[in-house]
């Protein structure tokens, strides 16, 4: 059985333990590196997210999985990534958060640990992030980046509330935003005003970096 394969079932049956060892001996013996379990994590859980879209499962079989997932995110892989980063020096400050409404934290907080090992300084709001929060935030800190993720076709328009909040305040030029999440595409960040959007937490680092020019 490949390591994706096991991973998947102990995803699949919560066996948070199972999981634990499984990641923290695939680090050590350089199987795979933290960014790698990361990956196969995501797949996994678009996987079961497909699972429960054909009624196959069931809502509370799809949250024991994601809490299992981020479990072992929060203990070991994201302390991982942010190890491997710590010798870096800030190439800028992002503010990050999923917008109001929406509780989803699993891509988001893999584009805030991508964007941390490469080298950028992350203001991870957490979930349910009113567009205030996230201007305070880059006002209080001076970040160049507001980044906001929707898993919600609900909650999208928040991130264009974000947009027009900063014109309210007149102070749209001093930041970029940049926008993401399963619904959204290139399309909806051109529709509200936004400087860009980005399909995975990897093109998210390609495009800070790009939009920085850094
Ligand atoms: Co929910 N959920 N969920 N859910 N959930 C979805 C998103 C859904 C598509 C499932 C479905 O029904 N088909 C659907 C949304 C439909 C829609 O509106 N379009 C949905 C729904 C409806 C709901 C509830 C309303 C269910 C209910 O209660 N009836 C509820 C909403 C609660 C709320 O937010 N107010 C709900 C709840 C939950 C759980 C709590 C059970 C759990 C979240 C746990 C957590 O995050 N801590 C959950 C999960 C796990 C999912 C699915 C299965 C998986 C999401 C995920 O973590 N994917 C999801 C179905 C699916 O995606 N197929 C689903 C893995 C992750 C790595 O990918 O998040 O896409 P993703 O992030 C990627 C990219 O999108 C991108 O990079 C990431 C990494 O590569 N990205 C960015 C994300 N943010 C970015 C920001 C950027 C750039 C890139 O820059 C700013």
């Known amino acids: 059985m490949s390591l994706k394969e096991k991973m998947k079932e102990l995803i699949i049956e919560w066996d948070e333990d199972g999981l634990r060892e499984i990641c923290k001996s695939a680090i050590e013996s350089k ?15 678009r996987f079961i997210g497909e699972q429960f879209e054909n009624e196959e499962i069931f809502l509370p079989d799809l949250i024991g999985s ?50 941390f090992s490469n080298g950028f300084e992350v203001y991870n709001l957490g979930v ?19 980044a906001m993720s929707s898993l919600l076709t609900m909650s999208m328009d928040f991130q264009r509330k974000l947009i027009k909040e900063l014109e309210n305040r007149g102070i749209r030029n001093k930041y970029k935003v940049i926008v993401g999440g399963s619904p959204t595409s290139d399309e909806w960040a ?5 400087d860009g959007w980005a399909d995975d937490a990897i093109e998210a680092v390609s495009l800070v970096n790009k939009i920085l020019n850094v």
């Not at 199987?31 to 859980?45: K, Q, T, W, Y």
């Open 31 to 45: 199987e795979a590196s933290a960014a790698e379990l990361l990956r196969i994590i995501g797949d996994v859980l």
């Open 66 to 115: 994601a809490d299992t997932v981020k479990t072992i995110i929060d203990e070991i892989l994201d302390p991982a990534i942010r190890a491997s980063g710590e010798e870096k020096e800030t190439k800028g400050k992002v503010i990050l958060g999923t917008a109001e409404s929406d509780v989803h934290s699993i891509g988001k907080d893999l584009v805030g640990s991508f964007l």
């Open 128 to 146: 349910d992030v009113p567009a205030s929060a996230f201007i305070e935030k880059a006002e209080e800190v001076g970040a160049q980046i507001i």
């Open 190 to 194: 051109d529709e509200i005003g936004a």
